[in-house]
């Protein structure tokens, strides 16, 4: 049986080009990029080869690129290394749909004491750059770590940064002081326009493997001056914020796919606009009762290749997920799976949408990969799954 990957938001296949650099740079005897003999030297060449390619791709300065292991670890950094490097008493904004690699530094925060507001979505699960200054400015003395993502994992909505940067005066040419703004990109590059990110905000973090390079690199885009405190110790690497050996070989790989993903963006969306859309009007035709959750197909703005649904009918999602799976249709559910509950994910819960909605909601996302004939196998393996077979 030939599986179909309808998880590509968790992550997507390596590009050829992209495992061909990794392969090169790991057969070329690369050293240590710190050590001044050759082989070091070489490697350091490979970096900043690598950084020189992603600053042109992403329109950032080379000096705006840090380095470093993933998602996650540029989340907590900004998050982390900003209110450490910040002024006292630095409170923090987020929204309530962030990805856990945001959420949870900042829980971690709020138990030591730091304050921290947090703005709500609209019901198609955007948030609304107005809403967020708003929270900023209730007290207009307060310095403010502002951390909102630019683009929903589950629901596909995106937030517009540059109306945000405007609303908290964090456009490069017009700054608020005392108010820092970070962006989780993951979702974002290579499926929306990202280029000239840190024209809006002061820090955006970006992965690797999300775009078709290799798990266990990310960037944290730091603008030119912005305070951050280091959160490891022990080397001068990545200007002394990111110390620790560098991961040449897939910093390489990274580079090769992001440079790719940025110049396919327009192509992607479309191919995948079309497949999403498809996949929406035959699981609608197989499954009467189904409910599109996040923003409708039409809205512009959204991310083109997530499809996030509830089939109520199918009970709890994780169980159709363990299904799906066992039919060979690799989908996610939007249930967290913390500690056995049954509680439906955050983002599911911020919509407000009735339990069993929440509960049954999964989400589908295709990508560069994806085929007209995986979605129709795709549908086909869940109807017979749910017993509506024709
Ligand atoms: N932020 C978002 C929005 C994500 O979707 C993910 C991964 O799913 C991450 C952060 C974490 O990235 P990584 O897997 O590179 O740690």
Redesign the pocket.
């Known amino acids: 049986m030939k599986r179909v990957h309808l998880d590509h938001?968790?992550t997507t296949p390596m590009r050829p080009e992209a495992l061909e650099a990794l392969l090169e740079a790991l057969d070329a005897g690369l050293g240590n990029a710190s050590s001044v003999h050759d082989s070091g030297r070489r490697a350091r060449a490979a970096i900043d080869d690598a950084r020189e390619r992603i600053s042109a791709a992403l329109a950032v300065h080379e000096d705006e690129i840090v380095f470093t292991s993933?998602?996650?670890?540029s989340?907590n950094l900004a998050i982390f290394g900003a209110t450490d490097a910040g002024p006292a008493g630095m409170g923090i904004a987020t929204s309530t749909i962030e990805?856990a690699?945001v959420l949870e530094p900042v829980e971690v925060l709020e138990a030591r004491g730091r304050r921290v507001t947090r703005v709500p979505c609209d019901p198609s699960g955007h948030l609304t750059p107005q809403t967020i200054a708003a929270a900023t400015q209730a007290s207009t003395e307060s310095p403010y770590l502002v951390t909102i993502?630019a683009a929903n994992?589950e629901l596909g909505s995106t937030t517009d940064l540059p109306a945000l940067a405007d609303a908290l005066g964090r456009a490069r040419s017009s700054s608020r002081p005392g108010v820092i703004l970070h962006t989780?990109a993951?979702?974002l590059l290579g499926k929306r326009p990202a280029q000239g990110l840190l024209d809006w905000v002061d820090l955006a973090?970006l992965?690797a493997?999300?775009v078709g390079g290799p798990v266990g690199v990310?960037l944290l885009l730091r603008r030119v001056g912005t305070p951050l405190s280091a959160q490891l110790h022990g080397g001068a690497q990545e200007a002394e914020v990111r110390p620790g050996t560098e991961n040449v070989a897939s910093i390489c790989a990274a580079a090769r796919a992001i440079e790719l993903a940025v110049q396919e963006t327009d192509d992607f969306g479309a191919r995948t606009r079309v497949l999403v859309e498809e996949l929406w009007k035959e699981l609608s035709c197989a499954l009467p009762n189904v409910h599109l959750n996040g923003p409708p197909l039409s809205d512009g703005t959204r991310l083109p290749n997530t499809l996030n649904v509830s089939v109520p009918d199918a009970g709890d999602a994780r169980m159709l997920v363990t299904r799906l799976d066992l039919a060979g249709v690799e989908v996610s559910a939007g249930s967290a799976c913390a500690s056995g509950s049954l509680a439906p994910s955050h983002v599911l819960q911020a919509l407000g949408h009735d339990l069993q909605r929440a509960r049954s909601a999964v989400r589908m996302s295709v990508g560069r990969t994806t085929t007209q004939e995986e979605i129709s196998t795709a549908v086909d393996r869940l109807r017979i799954t749910l017993g509506k077979a024709s």
Do not use: I, P, Y
């Open positions: 938001n968790a993933g998602g996650t670890e989340n990805h690699a993502m994992n989780d993951v979702q973090t992965s493997h999300k990310g």
